[in-house]
């Protein structure tokens, strides 16, 4: 019996697929129940298979990328550079990055935080693993992730929002429309910017109460 340490490599975490099948998430930091910073990773099977998926962190998260294996192609700002195993990436609050895998199997190690705060698990990782089981018809285990995100996450716009996405995605227009509209209130610039291209929601803009929401 150890006094409460891991050993495991990369590869023996679970890989959860996206629901668009465009990202793999081996969720290091949730595994070993890792709470200093935020730390995953990210495995691209195939030659142009997102690692990164194309965003920025705009509440003042910095991120430092480790390439670990295969080769990525990493774009920051307005430089995209090739970025072989060994390859350290820094990506300042605000900025833009992506990355896609250069050969097959590339691993990307992701390591986040606040600089100068206090570090709290953000809810989307439990979101995305929470689409992942439900894409891999994990539907029970799903539903109660997501209930238990918005338990432990009150007051955000992100986990109704998300929330709404997946009872739309399970055809719960009901369920999806109350979470949306209280999304909405709390961020109605936001919902009305974004709602509208999220391809999750979709099938709920033909419904009334969509017209009723956002005029």
């Known amino acids: 019996m150890n006094d409460g340490y891991r050993v495991l490599a990369l590869d023996d975490l679970e890989r959860l697929t996206s629901t668009d099948g465009t990202l793999t998430l081996l969720p290091l930091r949730r595994t070993i129940g890792f709470r200093p910073f935020g730390v995953n990773a990210w495995l691209g099977a195939h030659a142009g298979d997102h690692v990164i998926e194309r965003h920025r962190e705009q509440d003042g998260d910095e991120e430092l990328y480790v390439v670990v294996r295969g080769r990525a192609t990493f774009t920051l700002g307005d430089e995209t550079f090739d970025a072989p195993p060994g390859t350290l990436v820094h990506a300042p609050p605000g ?76 055809g719960d227009d009901d369920a999806a429309f109350a979470q949306l509209g209280l999304a909405y209130e709390r961020a109605p610039t936001i919902i009305a910017k974004y709602a509208p ?17 956002f005029g």
């Open 197 to 213: 291209g999220d391809g999750d929601l979709a099938r709920l803009q033909s419904d009334p109460r969509w017209q009723e929401l």
């Open 95 to 170: 900025t833009l990055r992506e990355a896609t895998a250069a050969d097959d199997d590339t691993l990307v190690l992701a390591i986040g935080a606040k600089p100068g705060k206090a570090w709290e698990p953000s809810a989307w990782e439990d979101f995305y693993v929470a689409f992942a089981y439900r894409a891999a018809g994990r539907v029970d285990e799903a539903r109660a992730l997501v209930a238990d995100t918005l338990a432990r996450h009150p007051g955000t716009w992100q986990g109704p929002f998300n929330a709404a996405c997946f009872e739309a995605l399970e």
